[in-house]
Each structure stands twice: as structure tokens, then as C-alpha cells.
T-cell receptor, first 113, second 114 residues
């Protein structure tokens, strides 16, 4: 079935370090791919998305490229900040008669000053 | 544009009691979702509505959970009777084909069953 697998956390980095959070997916058809972020005590927010192969989504310094050949959508940021500490969810969206989104289990990121 | 509204934000109940959560989606969004997010896990879809019809409720524990969207706008999710393992955040979300099918989430209703 359709599913998303992302690297387990927690991930702890120092400020200004390079970040990669791996995400791979299994899906029939041609899904859209998303990264959502959840800050402590808040709801899910859409961070970025890509709707077709080779698209790059970007927002707030984060980037992810839709790689159909490796079924991956890894999240990257060149220089993380303390304010990036949150839980990050990779997700895939399926669209037939209506939208449906399936989430990975989440990766907790902690940034040390 | 107003986002997805949910209430209450926080609820503590004893096991075997009942609870109801309310959601008002973004105006004009035909699709409404209820997700359950247990601490440390990703959100799991409980039920999906398209207007006032159910699209997918395959993961809804129907012996204790129910949901309705009678007029195709706001929705209510009920749990009766609650169990300890129902402690979670209940997320409501909505989407529209006119808005590119992006799914927007509310802030969630945090349920603790003691």
C-alpha cells in the first residue's frame, strides 16, 4: 500500500549545521509530496511541497526535491537555527476523486545554540 | 482568510466518559478530514468527508467513534465511551481542488483520558 518512511529521530544539531532528514515513499500513481512542521504546542503547518518529479519545493531556507527514480523527498537546510527545533513530517498526497494525505512518523529536530 | 477552527483546544476526561470535538473548515473547502495523532507518531486519518458524504472511514473505530458533517460545512467528532488509548491530538483539516488540493490543518484538540 501507499506509505512514507522517514528517518527516525531525534536529530540533534548545533546551530548553523547542515541538515538532512531522509524521506522515501511508496505509492501507486503520481503523488504530490509534502513536508509539514509542528512546533511545540502548535498544529501542523505546511512547510513545502512538490507536485511532480524533479520539482523542488522551498521555504524558509528549507528545500526538498521530488526524486521519482529513488522515490525520495529528502529535506535539507544549509544552516539551521534554534528556531527550527520542531517535529518534521514527510507526507504524500494522492488525488483521485478527493485528496488524501498519508504521513510518515515524524522526525524530532533539536538545535543547540 | 480564516484558517481551520477547532474547539475545544484541550479536554481532560475520565475513561468511559464521552467527548465531542468541533471543526469549522476553511470557507469553500469541500473536503474535511479528522486525523488522530498519538504522541510520538504521525497523524492517522480517521475519516474523510467530501461535502457531507463519507469518502473514507476505514480506520475509524466505529464501536466508539462517530463523526458527522450534516450540512457539508462544519463537523463534529465524538468518542463514546473513551478509553485511555484515545489520548491524542485530534486534528481537523480541509482542502479544495480550487486551492490546489493543499491540505490545511487546524491547531488540534488535545485529549487526555485518565
Amino acid at each position: 500500500g501507499d506509505s512514507v518512511t522517514q528517518m527516525e529521530g531525534p536529530v540533534t544539531l548545533s546551530e548553523e549545521a547542515f541538515l538532512t532528514i531522509n524521506c522515501t515513499y511508496t505509492a501507486t500513481g503520481y503523488p504530490s509530496l509534502f513536508w509539514y512542521v509542528q512546533y511545540p504546542g502548535e498544529g501542523l503547518q505546511l512547510l513545502l511541497k512538490a507536485t511532480k518529479a524533479d520539482d523542488k519545493g522551498s521555504n524558509k531556507g528549507f528545500e526538498a526535491t521530488y526524486r521519482k527514480e529513488t522515490t525520495s523527498f529528502h529535506l535539507e537546510k544549509g544552516s539551521v537555527q534554534v528556531s527550527d527545533s520542531a517535529v518534521y513530517f514527510c507526507a504524500l498526497g494522492l488525488y483521485s476523486s478527493a485528496s488524501k494525505i498519508i504521513f510518515g512518523s515524524g522526525t524530532r529536530l533539536s538545535i543547540r545554540p | 482568510e480564516a484558517g481551520v477552527a477547532q474547539s475545544p483546544r484541550y479536554k481532560i476526561i475520565e475513561k468511559r466518559q464521552s467527548v465531542a470535538f468541533w471543526c469549522n473548515p476553511i470557507s469553500g473547502h469541500a473536503t474535511l478530514y479528522w486525523y488522530q495523532q498519538i504522541l510520538g507518531q504521525g497523524p492517522k486519518l480517521l475519516i474523510q468527508f467530501q461535502n457531507n458524504g463519507v469518502v473514507d472511514d476505514s480506520q475509524l473505530p466505529k464501536d466508539r467513534f462517530s463523526a458527522e458533517r450534516l450540512k457539508g460545512v462544519d463537523s463534529t467528532l465524538k468518542i463514546q465511551p473513551a478509553k485511555l488509548e484515545d489520548s491524542a491530538v485530534y486534528l481537523c483539516a480541509s482542502s479544495s481542488t480550487r486551492a490546489g488540493n493543499t491540505i490545511y490543518f487546524g491547531e488540534g484538540s488535545w485529549l487526555t483520558v485518565v
